[in-house]
């Protein structure tokens, strides 16, 4: 079964720098698929994810904070329409964070970030290891983004939903 990688906090301000590229093509053995500059990998061969976890961490030169998901569950989020009902303009940017582990007691949703008309950050759906919100295109919103994960009290990581989209293509065989 294929699995999905995400990286927390990796080539963000200069920080925790690499190339998703050169990563992608040493474990090309595991048919990895980089998505993007961000950390997101998708892995085609059968492995475990404590043997991903080890080739990961012998490549990279820092340890980075790793959430590995099964193609079934990245499939599942994404054909379970978690923005239903939830209108779309084109300043508003939805997003889904992988929770390093499920959350114990979730908030009362909507979480609202700068609540008001002017919200920055909108978190509507949660489901197992999953956040899916919302946010607009504003200075301020990286600060917000990074209280949702201090609110929900685990550490995440978020990725535009295109990316979740891209994600599904790959690992439904629509892309390489």
Same mark, same amino acid.
């Given at each position: 079964?294929?699995?999905?990688?995400?990286?927390?906090?990796?080539?963000?301000?200069?920080?925790?720098?690499?190339?998703?590229?050169?990563?992608?093509?040493?474990?090309?053995?595991?048919?990895?698929?980089?998505?993007?500059?961000?950390?997101?990998?998708?892995?085609?061969?059968?492995?475990?994810?404590?043997?991903?976890?080890?080739?990961?961490?012998?490549?990279?030169?820092?340890?980075?904070?790793?959430?590995?998901?099964?193609?079934?569950?990245?499939?599942?989020?994404?054909?379970?329409?978690?923005?239903?009902?939830?209108?779309?303009?084109?300043?508003?940017?939805?997003?889904?964070?992988?929770?390093?582990?499920?959350?114990?007691?979730?908030?009362?949703?909507?979480?609202?970030?700068?609540?008001?008309?002017?919200?920055?950050?909108?978190?509507?759906?949660?489901?197992?290891?999953?956040?899916?919100?919302? =946010?607009?295109?504003?200075?301020?919103?990286?600060? =917000?983004?990074?209280?949702?994960?201090?609110?929900?009290?685990?550490?995440?990581?978020?990725?535009?939903?295109?990316?979740?989209?891209?994600?599904?293509?790959?690992?439904?065989?629509?892309?390489?």
């Amino acid at each position: 079964m294929a699995l999905v990688v995400f990286l927390r906090g990796v080539n963000v301000g200069g920080h925790k720098t690499f190339k998703p590229s050169v990563l992608a093509k040493e474990l090309s053995h595991l048919d990895m698929v980089n998505i993007g500059a961000a950390g997101t990998f998708v892995i085609r061969k059968p492995i475990s994810q404590s043997k991903l976890r080890a080739e990961l961490l012998k490549r990279l030169p820092f340890e980075p904070d790793i959430m590995i998901c099964s193609a079934k569950e990245i499939i599942d989020i994404a054909s379970s329409d978690p923005f239903a009902g939830e209108p779309t303009t084109p300043d508003v940017v939805r997003f889904a964070s992988v929770l390093h582990k499920p959350l114990k007691s979730p908030p009362e949703l909507p979480l609202i970030l700068n609540p008001g008309d002017d919200w920055l950050v909108k978190v509507v759906r949660i489901k197992e290891r999953f956040v899916f919100g919302m =946010y607009r295109r504003a200075m301020k919103t990286i600060t =917000y983004l990074g209280q949702v994960e201090k609110r929900l009290g685990v550490s995440a990581t978020t990725r535009n939903w295109n990316t979740i989209n891209a994600i599904v293509k790959v690992l439904k065989g629509n892309a390489k």
